[in-house]
């Protein structure tokens, strides 16, 4: 392998000294330059070597030979392809050979001979021998061993011209009596004769770079141009930068480029192939640090894919600040399951009670996963970091705004009923309408995470520092639209009962909170897309701990906070008594705002109060009873000093439901004295407590 690589590299000189004209006296002495075992690629040429392969068929029966025939027959070669540039016949005639060969016009190709004969008959064997186009049969080095179905000659090496100044390539062919499958090489000079052309090669372009880059930067057309046998032999520095070939060079050494790979980033921007070259041999021969200082790309930081500097591309991060918003998001996790807690503690107490312990967990469980969020997007954002991203502000927000919808729903049915048949709607049932959205969403999800995983991409900030973002594509932006409708009836429901009283404002503070979760999202939305489209990771992060503090630590507090202080004062079993003057009664309450609960009620918290109202329905009852008795019996003698007297009778008429007529003047008179006669007399034992009752 390395007497190829040097064997290529002794060729590759002679380019560049032919290239450069510093040949010397190389010419003189060898007026071609011959690129043994460098085989090129033959198959554009095909149609030239039909045309030579039919010219020989035609010579081998062919009688007359004259030398006017054979020259109408070269020059009809050579005008047949644009290709061919010469074209010769070499015969044998007894013992002296003769040559009849025409050119191109000196005008496009210079003569590949001096003074090409076209009548040669006599010319001797010697001035023939030493072209390469000639066959001698016993140097088969001259020639290609392609492989070609129907061939009847042999492709030479390519080769120099000194005279003409122009890269060669001949095809010769044999004239023989016997088929060229008969032999395996071309017959000599000896049996008859040969056609020989040549193929101007100059056009061609050496290509030095790898072979699988090469494969994958050129197609198959373009590669029908190019010089492929020195593959492999450009100076790129192989670690940091690769070769990109440039086509239209010609026979010249260095025609490419390298450029650096990912991940490096050039010292300068010139990279040309052919100063690469001239570094790298005075590297090579004089130790030349030049090389290493201006064509070797230099490794970007760690943290940066590509690079065009020694500049930081990537983001700075500010740990302290982010791991202090991640505290303070933990403890409110700790928080929410403390209040878990809590509420299943005091679970008994009306204040919960009546607000339903399973929905307040169950906002309490929705609320924690939104406090996830921030652990989610605290690190640098890959693949997992996105998905746990989505998966925790998604579904933290259906579980805790589904709760309390749920409840606001069941007020709003309660309040709006117009029939005298009273809405009863349990935990269970309200659990049976939630379970399936909660489906939707995990299901949703789930599709997002198997069919689209959520990737982090790069953003840059105003500094044009790269960081990670996840990316959001219309996967974020249906779930979106779905929860902006799910929210917007949300308020329309809340709008609904807004003149609802119920029991501790159980409905206006969920209200409240379903409005500031509206606000929040829409204020944050402003913020990351029209107000800091460019913010850095940090004020992305800081951004995302004032929607979750806003919206979620909002809920919390305007949920839990009224409770919890009616539980420090002691008032937690105690209603309002402003709820009690405006006519709130306990079924609306319980209806409203689901204490519904499958579990046996306390029946000693409801003694008292369920014992006040039963006495005030009976007295109200016994007094109704005495009155109507009393007025409307005239059998019975109203007693003296008593409530339905003359006197009170007077007073008391007109009010009496059962009073038709008013009483003459004279009963009116004598109630009157019956009345200061007797005017410490007392009631009768029913209307006395009656009268306590009301």
């Known amino acids: 392998m390395l007497r190829n690589v040097s064997q290529k590299e002794q060729m590759l000189n002679i380019v560049s000294q032919i290239t450069t004209g510093s040949l010397g006296t190389t010419c003189v002495s060898d007026p071609f330059h011959r690129f043994v075992l460098a085989s090129l690629e033959v198959k554009r040429y095909d149609s030239a070597r039909q045309k030579a392969d039919l010219l020989v068929r035609v010579l081998r029966n062919l009688e007359d030979r004259s030398e006017e025939l ?63 186009w000639y066959d001698d049969s016993g140097n088969t080095s001259k020639f290609q061993n392609h492989s070609i179905v129907g061939k009847l000659g042999w492709w030479t090496y390519p080769y120099f011209h000194c005279r003409s100044k122009r890269w060669l390539l001949s095809y010769t062919v044999p004239i023989t009596s016997s088929s060229m499958a008969s032999s395996d090489r071309p017959a000599g000079i000896s049996d008859v004769g040969l056609v020989s052309l040549d193929v101007d090669v100059t056009s061609l372009d050496i290509n030095q770079c790898d072979p699988e880059t090469s494969s994958s930067q050129q197609q198959t057309s373009q590669r029908d141009t190019q010089f492929v046998f020195f593959l492999g032999t450009h100076k790129c520095h192989r670690n940091s930068s690769e070769c990109v070939f440039t086509p239209g060079h010609g026979w010249v050494r260095g025609g490419y480029r390298c450029q650096c790979r990912p991940g490096f980033y050039p ?37 940066c894919p590509e690079c065009h500097s020694n500049k930081p591309c990537m983001a700075h991060y500010n740990w302290p600040f982010r791991i202090a918003l991640l505290v303070i998001s ?128 790069d953003l840059k900030d105003y500094s044009h520092l790269k960081f990670k973002q996840c990316r959001y594509d219309w996967w974020d932006h249906s779930l979106a639209m779905g929860e902006v409708l799910f929210l917007m009836w949300g308020v329309k429901v809340c709008f609904s009962v807004r003149k609802a009283e119920s029991f501790f404002d159980e409905a206006k503070y969920i209200s409240w909170a379903v409005y500031n979760i509206a606000i929040v999202n829409i204020v944050m939305v402003t ?24 919206s979620t630590s909002t809920t ?38 689901g204490v519904m609960n499958e579990e046996p009620a306390d029946l000693s918290q409801e003694n008292e109060e369920l014992k006040e109202e039963i006495q005030k329905l009976a007295a109200q009852m016994e007094f109704m009873k005495i009155v109507h008795m009393e ?36 009963q009116a008179s004598r109630a009157s004295e019956g009345s200061n006669e007797n005017s410490s007399a007392r009631l009768s034992p029913a209307a006395e407590l009656a009268s306590e009752r009301v």
């Open 70 to 132: 054979l020259k109408a027959m070269v020059l009809n070669l050579l005008a047949s392809d644009e290709v061919i540039t010469a074209a010769r016949v070499v015969l044998r005639n007894d013992t002296q050979p003769f040559v009849v060969s025409t050119h191109r016009p000196p005008s496009h190709y210079p003569p590949t001979e001096p003074n090409p004969p076209v009548n040669a008959s006599g010319t001797k064997l010697s001035a023939v021998t030493n072209q390469p």
């Open 267 to 303: 010292r300068n921007k010139t990279f040309n192939g052919t100063h690469v070259e001239v570094a790298w041999e005075g590297k090579v021969e004089r130790n030349n640090p030049t090389y290493e200082m201006l064509y070797v790309c230099r490794p970007c930081k760690k943290e």
């Open 330 to 457: 933990s403890l409110c996790i700790v928080l929410s399951f403390v209040m878990m807690g809590l509420v299943y503690h005091y679970r008994s107490v009306k204040v919960f009670r009546l607000a339903s312990p399973t929905f307040l967990c169950i906002c309490l469980i929705g609320c924690t996963i939104m406090y996830l969020e921030m652990a989610a997007i605290f690190p640098v954002l890959d693949t997992y970091s996105c998905i746990a991203t989505k998966w925790t502000r998604h579904l933290g927000f259906c579980i805790t705004f589904s709760s309390l919808l749920m409840k606001t729903w069941r007020v709003s049915l309660t309040y709006r009923v117009t029939s005298a048949h009273k809405i009863k709607l349990t935990d269970k049932q309200l659990l049976q309408w939630l379970t399936p959205i909660l489906m939707i969403v995990l299901v949703y999800l789930g599709a997002w995470t198997l069919s689209a995983t959520p990737s982090a991409v």
């Open 527 to 550: 913020f990351h897309l029209i107000i800091f489209p460019d913010a850095g990771p940090d004020i992305k992060y800081l951004f995302g701990f004032l929607r979750t503090q806003f």
């Open 556 to 593: 919390v507090l305007l949920i839990f906070g009224p409770k919890f202080y009616r539980i420090v004062q002691g008032t937690g079993d105690q209603y309002d008594n402003r709820a009690r003057a405006k006519g709130v009664t306990a079924s609306f309450s319980l209806n409203g705002l």
């Open 631 to 666: 007025m409307n019996n005239r059998h019975l003698k109203p007693k003296p000093g008593g409530y339905f007297s003359d006197k009170n009778s007077v007073i008391n008429t007109a009010q009496s439901p059962g009073a038709k007529t008013n009483p003459p003047p004279l």
